[in-house]
């Protein structure tokens, strides 16, 4: 007797699993929104992102109410970055990327590195966090400025990066070529600090969201900020000649042994996606992040300071998705 309930209750089992299985199977639609590496904040994003839609998904799922959203799951795996993502979404491979708010402009107006390659299908969801550009020296070095990376060994980011990309620019607008350091090197973000600690390399640029637990370990072994002159100085054109640059500054204090703010120019981390995604994808994932917002915030501390009117309107430079815009319309903020 033992035996038989024991056969049908596995069987039941079995049989319950296989059913659940194929409802979620059914039902679920998955997508990938792609980041940044592993110790940036675009990592975080991207997870944060997924992370608020799945927590959407569940509570309609308990709630069972016929009719609602569809199940969309997602993944957010480190990538190479901001062009890496829009090349990704551009070729269907990710439905949403996270990119700096300037490669979101060369990207769908054709300029700088996306010339001969315009992308007219990529559509703004939101922008996230401010990204400073910022140069980071380590102390035996002895770099005070840009000028000072003279014959000196210089990360540039690994090609697909937005750092990379906007290393270059402000390279361009300095009037200086590769040929102005001793060497260069194409670490991604995640290889840099430790070349740096190491004494590998004796700066690196890069553009990303504060506090960063990256940049709090190069400090740790001594490394700095360097500020970048902007008043009258070729940088101070980058931000007038460009809506995607602003001025930008890192807070005295921000990371271990920083006395003074840190000035530079910066863009805006933003969210993108194209047109050939569906309205009802984008609109869900808006909703998911705008509805669990405080949440969202917490997810990273350079998401604090966000503010729903601003992810609407800052640093987006291609069309907003009509998914997104539905939202913000119905939320009652456009
Ligand atoms: N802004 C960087 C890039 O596009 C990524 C920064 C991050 O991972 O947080 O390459």
């Known amino acids: 007797m033992r035996k038989i309930i024991t056969f049908l209750s596995s069987t039941l089992l079995i049989f319950v699993a296989s059913f659940s299985f194929t409802t979620v199977a059914k039902s679920a639609e998955f997508f990938t929104i792609g980041t940044g590496g592993p110790t940036g904040v675009y990592f975080q994003t991207g997870n944060a992102i ?36 829009i090349g990704q979404i551009k070729e269907g491979e990710f439905q949403f990327g996270v990119a700096q708010s300037d490669w979101q402009f060369h990207a769908v107006n054709g300029s700088s590195k996306w010339e001969g390659k315009q992308f007219k299908g990529l559509r703004a969801v939101f922008s996230v966090h401010n990204e400073p550009f910022q140069i980071w020296a380590r102390k035996k070095a002895k770099v005070k400025d840009f000028k000072g990376l003279k014959g000196k060994v210089v990360n540039i980011g690994n090609p697909g990066s937005g750092q990379r990309g906007t290393m270059e620019e402000l390279m361009k607008a300095m009037g200086v070529d590769n040929g102005y350091f001793k060497s260069t090197t194409e670490l991604t973000s995640s290889e840099q600090v430790k070349a740096l600690c190491d004494g590998k390399i004796d700066a690196f640029g890069y553009s990303v969201g504060f506090p960063n ?65 569906e309205a009802d994808l984008v609109y869900q994932v808006v909703k998911a992040v705008f509805e669990n917002f405080d949440d969202f915030k917490k997810q990273h501390p350079a998401f604090a300071p966000l503010k729903k009117e601003d992810m609407i309107a800052d640093g987006l430079s291609a069309p907003l998705h009509e998914g997104a815009k539905r939202y913000y319309k119905e939320a009652g903020l456009m």
Do not use: W
């Open 50 to 85: 997924c992370k608020m839609l799945h927590k959407s998904a569940i509570s309609a799922d308990h709630g069972r109410k016929k009719g609602t959203a569809k199940a969309y799951r997602c993944t957010a795996p480190s990538t190479g970055g901001s062009n890496y993502n």
């Open 213 to 277: 637990g990256a940049m709090e370990q190069a400090a740790t072994c001594g490394a700095k900020a360097l500020p970048i002159n902007l008043v009258g100085g070729p940088v101070q054109g980058l931000i007038d000649g460009a809506d995607y640059y602003a001025a930008a500054t890192i807070p005295a204090g921000t990371y271990t042994g920083q006395k003074k703010d840190v000035t530079t120019f910066g863009v805006k981390a933003t969210v993108v996606t194209s047109n050939a995604v």
